[in-house]
Nanobody, 113 residues
Framework: VQLQASGGGLVQPGGSLRLSCEAS????????MGWYRQAPGKQRELVAV???????DYADSVKGRFTISRDNAKNTVYPQMNSLKPEDTAVYYC????????WGQGTQVTVSS
């Protein structure tokens, strides 16, 4: 099983980005899918998670700005990130629980003017 993340880049404060992460390989079903991030010098932290049935949970720092969604038919998870702030700058990693845990390779998000 492989997770391929894409959509990172440079954006100005207040801007938006939409990441995507597609799982491929021998997959019967995926339980939770989520996004984590790690800023320089900091530990990796949860950003958002979505269950197979669509229940979601968010870090307090992104509530009201980020929306996570998934397409079970495509084994893909998307975070829509709005009103981005410089403190959102980090490498973003997707994670899938099959229930074996798999991580994507990470995609850089930089919020700067």
């Amino acid at each position: 099983v492989q997770l391929q993340a894409s959509g990172g880049g440079l954006v100005q404060p207040g801007g938006s980005l939409r990441l995507s992460c597609e799982a491929s390989g021998s997959i019967f079903s995926i339980n939770n899918m989520g996004w984590y991030r790690q800023a320089p010098g900091k530990q990796r932290e949860l950003v958002a998670v979505i269950t197979r049935r669509g229940s979601t949970d968010y870090a307090d720092s992104v509530k009201g700005r980020f929306t996570i969604s998934r397409d079970n038919a495509k084994n893909t998870v998307y975070p829509q990130m709005n009103s981005l702030k410089p403190e959102d700058t980090a490498v973003y990693y997707c994670k899938a629980d099959l229930p074996a845990i798999y991580w994507g390779q990470g995609t850089q998000v930089t919020v700067s003017s």
